[in-house]
């Protein structure tokens, strides 16, 4: 799997490698993203296979801007308004499809929405910009496994089964976007990230939040998701003999997320921590108890789904 730097010429061949219908991976400011052409059937069928996905779980769309994903899904005022103030940023919105939307049936999973998101990596921009298309993008590992925050993270998940990785470093936020349902009587939350509840809230003039449906809606809902190929134990405040621990704050180990206790940093740097501990020499993996305020949310939603065997 070749990893080149993303310069101009590398974007330029990710451009065309995805016209021509194949997946490559790209960064985004969340995690890298196995991308390909959201209209055609073959090149989605790519992502499905690559992964190992399950076939009922939807994919999230990559679009260059409003007006690009107003072509593919309705957008009422409130996902104007959304849009308008996180985009683009590490929020998806869940919409209802048009019904005239060039997209493979596998995207949307047979549902009639379709996950929208407009990313702010400056190398996903230009991407989108260079094909021209519309980019389904799920993370870019086997599927349930740890999400990759690094280049080296999809050649070590995904090896030569992709093209092209382009390189934009690490990721900033460390996590999947936050997923939001727009619905006529309010709104749910699918799936925690970046983004907090309270900053969407009142960003959507305080309407109501319903709660999660129990179907697969959006990406990131399967109860084991995340996971490291070693058992997973939360909330520690010391390692067992076989266990590599991920401290937090005051809680060290061999490893931390933040030694200040700082949530963002402890985001952005998550799924490196938990491919460190993965690779270990230890049977079993620790994490140190996380605050469940703002991003920490996000943090323990996938501690706890990466936790379930």
């Given at each position: 799997?070749?990893i080149?730097p993303?310069?101009?010429?590398?974007i330029?061949?990710?451009?065309?490698?995805?016209?021509?219908?194949?997946?490559?991976?790209?960064p985004?400011?969340?995690?890298?993203?196995?991308?390909?052409?959201?209209?055609?059937?073959?090149?989605?069928?790519?992502?499905?296979?690559?992964k190992?996905?399950?076939?009922?779980?939807?994919?999230?769309?990559?679009i260059?801007?409003?007006?690009?994903?107003?072509?593919?899904a309705h957008?009422d005022?409130?996902a104007?308004?959304l849009?308008?103030?996180f985009?683009p940023?590490?929020?998806?919105?869940?919409?209802?499809?048009?019904?005239?939307?060039?997209?493979?049936?596998?995207?949307t999973?047979?549902l009639?929405t379709?996950?929208?998101?407009?990313?702010?990596?400056?190398?996903?921009?230009a991407?989108?910009?260079?094909c021209?298309?519309?980019l389904a993008?799920p993370?870019?590992?086997?599927?349930?496994?740890?999400?990759?925050?690094?280049?080296?993270?999809?050649?070590?998940?995904?090896?030569?089964?992709?093209q092209?990785?382009?390189?934009?470093?690490p990721?900033?936020?460390?996590?999947?976007?936050t997923?939001?349902?727009?619905e006529?009587d309010?709104?749910r939350?699918?799936?925690?990230?970046?983004?907090s509840?309270e900053?969407?809230i009142a960003?959507?003039?305080?309407?109501p939040?319903?709660?999660?449906?129990?179907?697969?809606?959006?990406?990131?809902?399967?109860?084991?998701?995340?996971?490291?190929s070693?058992?997973?134990?939360?909330?520690?405040l010391?390692?067992?003999?076989?266990?590599?621990?991920?401290g937090f704050g005051?809680?060290?180990?061999?490893?931390t997320?933040?030694p200040?206790g700082?949530?963002?940093e402890?985001a952005a740097?998550?799924?490196?921590?938990?491919?460190?501990a993965?690779?270990?020499d230890?049977s079993?993996?620790?994490?140190?108890?996380?605050?469940h305020?703002?991003?920490?949310?996000a943090?323990?939603?996938?501690?706890?789904?990466?936790?379930?065997?």
């Amino acid at each position: 799997m070749p990893i080149e730097p993303a310069n101009d010429a590398s974007i330029a061949r990710a451009a065309d490698l995805l016209r021509a219908g194949q997946a490559v991976a790209l960064p985004t400011e969340t995690v890298y993203g196995l991308a390909a052409d959201a209209a055609r059937d073959d090149a989605v069928a790519q992502i499905y296979r690559i992964k190992g996905r399950p076939s009922f779980n939807p994919l999230i769309v990559h679009i260059r801007d409003m007006e690009h994903g107003e072509r593919l899904a309705h957008f009422d005022d409130r996902a104007r308004e959304l849009a308008q103030r996180f985009w683009p940023g590490p929020l998806t919105l869940v919409l209802p499809k048009r019904a005239e939307a060039p997209l493979a049936g596998a995207v949307t999973a047979g549902l009639p929405t379709i996950a929208l998101r407009c990313p702010a990596h400056p190398v996903m921009q230009a991407v989108l910009q260079a094909c021209g298309l519309a980019l389904a993008a799920p993370s870019a590992n086997r599927s349930g496994a740890i999400s990759p925050s690094l280049a080296g993270h999809v050649a070590a998940s995904l090896g030569d089964r992709v093209q092209l990785v382009l390189d934009g470093g690490p990721t900033q936020q460390g996590v999947e976007s936050t997923i939001v349902k727009l619905e006529k009587d309010g709104w749910r939350l699918l799936r925690p990230g970046p983004l907090s509840v309270e900053e969407l809230i009142a960003a959507s003039g305080g309407g109501p939040i319903k709660a999660a449906g129990q179907g697969i809606e959006a990406p990131g809902q399967l109860a084991s998701h995340y996971a490291p190929s070693k058992p997973l134990r939360l909330n520690a405040l010391r390692a067992e003999p076989d266990e590599w621990l991920i401290g937090f704050g005051v809680i060290g180990g061999d490893d931390t997320l933040s030694p200040a206790g700082d949530l963002a940093e402890a985001a952005a740097g998550l799924y490196a921590a938990l491919h460190r501990a993965d690779a270990s020499d230890f049977s079993r993996i620790a994490v140190a108890r996380v605050p469940h305020d703002g991003i920490g949310a996000a943090i323990n939603d996938r501690l706890n789904r990466a936790s379930v065997r």
